[in-house]
């Protein structure tokens, strides 16, 4: 049975940030120790904590890339639903509603430190497993526009890495594929019991720790559903590792049968050191996948290819499913191995994540905004300070040399 803590997520409004006396780079309680790797959105650091010396990995978030995220996912999900203006008038109409989707990002940074990431945050709140990457805190630092995220440490990095421009990746021996997929799928059978949808499983995101477990991380773009049934629009993730359903642009789809797909997908290149469907372009992937002939390069093995044809099913509807993925003689080696059964594996089920906890993820900031507004004097004050301070300095200096000026002109002997 597992074992899992469950720590608060640590909110930091106002996060120093700076150098210590060895010119070492300090964010908050957290020195910086080296980079380990570059997202999207910012770059990714292995710090340690100067309070308990426990060692994180802290992901860089630049908010300029965040709100453009957002904005771009707000746009895409109201042409989807048909809120978008359209016809006559449509290009002032599009206007207007961008200029009001922005007002309504810039009040929500105002209210909310953490407006930009809340979604995450509240995911990320409620869940504990131990094949799960957890946030430990979170700091915001406006005067660099930066949001921090220390996470759990993985050290030994993605489970695999993939070249991006041959689709080949690092070889993993049979027992290790086998072993890394059943990590992957018991944290995935986790989050769709809690009805969260990943949207971005891949081997980037399926990270190893010191003693090589399997953590899956980067809720960046997961979405939640009131039921198992329900649908979700919109998009997203890497082009190799997407549906088919989500390549065809339909409205809405079955998130589980998406992430189950991609699951697919990590399982191949697994095995076979490359990806199922590839391209020179994102166009030519994309049309593989929807199209191409899935191909097994590897020693036959009936078993495996029956699975890995069954989770590349490109009906969604026929795609097999967690509790038959369960069963399948390749994961359970012909019942010699046992996973854990679903009530061991989602023993620790949390209410579902609502809008209201979205929205109040960080509701107790709010209690402390004449906190922050505080430190923001303080600086002001100390800066004043700091520039008198080097004003007085400067003049004293120009004083002195006037001075000295002064006395070598006197000692000067008059000639005549």
Known sequence: MYKVSNPEIKYTVAAQVGENTHGVMVVGDYVIEKQIGHGSFGTVYEVKSTIT?????MKEYNKSGLRRRQQSNLMRSSGGTGLMPRGRGARGGMFNARRAMLQEQQ????????????????VSKKLKHP?????????????????????????????????????????????????????????????????????????DNLLL???????????GE???????????????????????????????????????????????SFIYSTL???????????????????????????????LLSRMLDRSPDSRIRIEDIREHPWVTQNGSYALPTKEENCE???????????????????????????IAKLRRFRRRVREKREREQRER????????????????????
């Open 53 to 57: 010396g426990t060692k994180f990995a």
């Open 107 to 122: 009040q929500g940074e105002a209210s909310d430190p953490f407006y930009l990431i809340k979604r995450e945050l509240a």
């Open 131 to 203: 094949n799960l990457v957890r946030v430990h805190e979170v700091l915001n630092d406006d005067e660099q526009d930066v949001l921090y995220l220390a996470i759990d440490l993985c050290e030994n990095g993605p489970v695999q890495k993939v070249d991006p421009t041959t689709s080949s990746s690092t070889q993993l021996s049979p027992a290790q594929a086998h072993k890394y997929f059943v990590e992957s799928l018991l944290g995935l059978e986790y989050l769709h019991e809690n009805n969260i949808i990943h949207r971005d499983i891949k081997p």
């Open 209 to 219: 720790t010191r003693d090589n477990t399997l953590k899956i991380a980067d809720f």
């Open 222 to 268: 997961s979405t939640m559903v009131a039921r198992h049934e329900d649908k979700v629009t919109g998009s997203t993730g890497s082009p190799a590792f997407m549906a088919p359903e989500l390549c065809q642009g339909i409205g809405e789809v079955s998130g589980e049968a998406a992430d189950i797909w991609s699951l697919g997908v990590c399982l191949y």
């Open 276 to 306: 199922p469907f590839k391209g020179h372009s994102t166009i030519e992937v994309l049309d593989s996948i929807s199209q191409g002939e899935l191909k097994f390069p590897g020693p036959y093995d009936e078993q495996l290819q029956d």
């Open 348 to 374: 620790h089920i949390v209410e579902p994540v609502t809008q209201e906890d979205v929205n109040n993820t960080v509701k107790h900031i709010y209690d402390i905004m004449p906190v922050i507004m505080a």
């Open 397 to 416: 200096r120009q004083r002195e040399r006037e001075q000295q000026q002064m006395q070598v002109d006197t000692e000067q002997p008059d000639h005549i």
